[in-house]
């Protein structure tokens, strides 16, 4: 199946935001999550930030940029299977509270959420867990599993909020938890900051 199949089927629903002071380019990477964050992942899916009218069919607010990255493990029996890095662009730090406040269930793609976290200075709100259809993971893989078990984190740097998924390998032996693989939201955090100057 190609790549573009994988990613229809296994990733989740999607909001959209904006931000402030944060120089993004159009060309810029130095948003997102890296390869060295994520060792033994391969980059399925790049969109680098600009304008957000064309998901205004979510219904959001209108950002100045929108931007996301898709990562995943050719090992379907990793415990960290893929990973979706959204980065959502405001004029004004204001403006992204306002939204993060309003569109808090958009965003979370209406999944309970568990305890937050506080990571390098940072609330982070955590949704989960997510139990996705073992389908979705056969039609993909070829492969079949029993359920797909994925956290969302949501965070505001400023402008910008940030939107990370984890997902399982469907034959994983090892169920993700909550904080099972904080340093990978760490490392968005790191990028978003470096990139606003917080």
């Known amino acids: 199946m190609s790549p573009r199949s994988i990613l229809a089927a296994l990733l989740f629903a999607c909001s959209t935001a904006h931000a402030d002071a944060c120089h993004w380019k159009s060309d810029d990477a130095q948003s997102f999550i890296e390869a060295r964050d994520l060792p033994g992942m391969s980059l399925l899916q790049s969109a680098p930030p600009s ?3 064309a998901h205004d069919e979510h219904g959001l607010f209108q950002s100045e ?34 939204f993060l406040a309003e569109k808090l269930g958009e965003l979370s793609d209406d999944v309970p959420e568990v305890e937050p976290a506080e990571i390098d200075g940072v609330a982070v ?20 599993a029993e359920t797909i078990v994925g956290y969302t984190y949501v965070f505001e740097v400023g402008p910008t909020v ?4 984890l997902s399982q390998g469907g034959n994983s032996h090892t169920k ?3 904080m099972d693989h904080a340093e990978v939201v760490r490392a968005a955090i790191a990028r978003v900051k470096g990139l606003c100057g917080a």
């Open 125 to 144: 709100r955590i949704f989960g867990p997510r139990n996705a259809k073992a389908e979705f993971f056969a039609r993909a893989t070829g492969k079949k």
């Open 51 to 53: 304008p957000a009218t």
């Open 176 to 178: 993700l938890k909550r």
């Open 162 to 165: 940030a939107k990370v998924l």
């Open 65 to 98: 940029a929108v931007g996301e990255r898709a990562w995943f493990s050719a090992n379907t029996a990793d415990q960290l299977w893929s990973v979706r890095d959204l980065r959502l662009r405001f004029a004004t730090t204001q403006q992204a509270e306002r």
